[in-house]
């Protein structure tokens, strides 16, 4: 069984468990379903965030068969609400073919695989590296950032940049990322 199938059998078992006994779903078990739905979502893993989701709604229908909510059961409500939202915005953020495709020659492409051979480069690194201007490297870096394949960070005055799991599994089922040599 892959990571993504184990993580999706811990969030269906998670959820499971917390429908059993919607009224005393526990800080630990939000605690594990967050962790759950980030790993998934910085993997990429569209399958247990969509099974999140289904079932996060599931459960959050069973509030609904109730008359009248107290004021414990109205928050764990407001919580579930609050998790199909991150959810949600998740499965939003996960870059798609169509989203992305990259050309293997353009500027995009190159930039991923040049920051996923070194991370921390910066603008000017990778400017020199790509043989183009620091513009072109910041409007670059300002899409991929978008798709969620690349984090900036701020080294002094200048921007670092990092491939997340994300842009690495793209990479790597793209065929973008070649074999590392012996």
């Keep these: 069984m892959s990571t993504g199938d184990d993580r ?5 078992r998670l959820i499971d468990e917390m429908e059993h006994d919607t009224k005393n779903i526990s800080e630990g ?3 594990a379903l967050g962790m759950l739905i980030t790993d998934a979502s910085l993997s990429a893993d569209e399958p247990a965030l969509v099974e999140c989701q289904d079932g996060l709604q599931w459960l959050h229908r069973r509030y609904l068969d109730v008359g009248a909510l107290d004021g414990q059961e109205r928050e764990l409500r407001g919580r579930i609400l609050g998790l199909i939202d991150v959810v949600h ?3 939003r953020r996960l870059p798609s073919g169509l989203q992305l495709a990259l050309q293997p020659g353009g500027h995009a492409a190159r930039f991923l695989v040049a920051v996923a051979r070194k991370q921390g480069l910066s603008n000017q690194q990778l400017a ?3 043989g183009t201007d620091e513009t ?4 670059v870096g300002r899409r991929l950032l978008s798709a969620g394949v690349v984090w900036r960070r701020k080294e ?3 921007n670092a940049w990092d491939i997340t799991p994300r842009g690495r599994q793209y990479l790597e089922t793209s065929g973008l ?3 590392p040599s012996a």
């Design 128 to 130: 020199a590296e790509l």
């Design 8 to 12: 999706r059998a811990e969030v269906r």
């Design 29 to 31: 078990q939000f605690s």
């Design 136 to 139: 072109e490297i910041s409007r």
């Design 177 to 179: 990322l070649p074999a």
């Design 156 to 158: 002094w005055r200048h």
């Design 89 to 91: 915005w998740a499965l």
